[in-house]
């Protein structure tokens, strides 16, 4: 299963209103597609609600979420508004540069070096050093502790819920996100901006091949790869995780990993 990310609201998340980007590719270059879920299923097996009792169903998860997590003392959280509406953004990672990413971040956490390239389909979470920053209890990341939720809030913390969908998941939130981004940043590459935004255009994958003169790209050209320049991967995780961290505390929105 590949890994995508998306920020939006769980309205259009659940009402399946919303596109991967290897769909909005399909469609546009004239390809079929179909997704498949985790358990198996393609997604247009799955039962269908109307978006408006997706809307009610996740709202009243949200309430409660929110409900449950408020400190005593201090003022409720804000819910984040619902809708089928507000625009998402999403991007494919994959698991190989996630991975690389951590890796990375792990590396230079411990002060030691990191590998140059890592293998395609790589179990990453088996990695010592993965590994040791993920159960260190001094160093709590959200990214290696297996979050695939977080919530727009400004607070940082972690704990273990239900989904809508009753799925048990690891959520956290934006305001802890940035903060492990800017501090990966900060460890690794402590670049602007600006270079970060780009490397989701610049770094990431090694693509092959040569484009006809008819403007059609050629896939025979396309070598085989089995292993990736890890730092390339990291940056172009990163670039993402820090897009979809931007645009979700503009539209004060969700973000999820779909795979």
């Known amino acids: 299963m590949g890994l995508d ?15 991967t980007v290897v769909q909005q ?4 270059n004239g390809w079929g597609f179909q997704k498949i879920t985790p358990d198996g299923e393609t997604a247009d097996n799955e039962e269908e609600m109307s978006p408006a009792e997706v809307q009610a169903a996740v709202e ?10 408020s400190q005593p003392g201090q003022p409720p959280y ?3 508004p619902e809708d089928n509406e ?30 140059p390239t890592v293998e395609k389909d790589w179990n990453f979470g088996e990695h010592p050093l993965v590994a040791r920053l993920g159960s260190d209890e001094e ?21 273990q819920a239900p989904l809508p969908t009753d799925d048990q998941a690891m959520i956290a939130t934006l305001g802890g996100l940035r903060k492990e981004l800017e501090k990966l940043n900060q460890l690794v590459w402590q ?20 484009i006809d003169a008819d403007g059609q790209y050629s896939k025979a050209d396309i070598q085989e790869h089995t292993q990736y320049d ?30």
Not at 242 to 257: K, S
């Open 139 to 159: 160093q709590v990341w959200s990214l290696l502790r297996g979050a695939t939720w977080w919530l727009p809030l400004p607070d940082s913390f972690l704990f």
């Open 191 to 210: 670049a602007d901006e600006d270079t970060i935004l780009d490397w989701a255009d610049t770094e990431g994958y090694p693509v092959d091949g040569t």
């Open 5 to 19: 990310i998306y920020a939006g609201t769980l309205t259009r998340y659940y009402s399946h209103n919303w596109k």
């Open 78 to 80: 804000t819910p984040w």
């Open 86 to 115: 507000k625009p998402y953004y999403t991007d494919k990672p994959d698991w190989d540069a996630f991975g690389a990413m951590l890796l990375v971040a792990a590396c230079h956490t411990y002060d030691e070096p990191v590998p």
């Open 60 to 69: 009243n998860w949200r309430d409660q979420i929110l409900s449950a997590i």
């Open 25 to 28: 590719w399909a469609e546009e």
């Open 230 to 259: 890890t730092q390339s991967l990291a940056k172009f995780a990163f670039s993402m995780f820090w897009r979809a961290m931007r645009f979700a505390e503009e539209q004060q929105v969700p973000i999820l990993l779909d795979y």
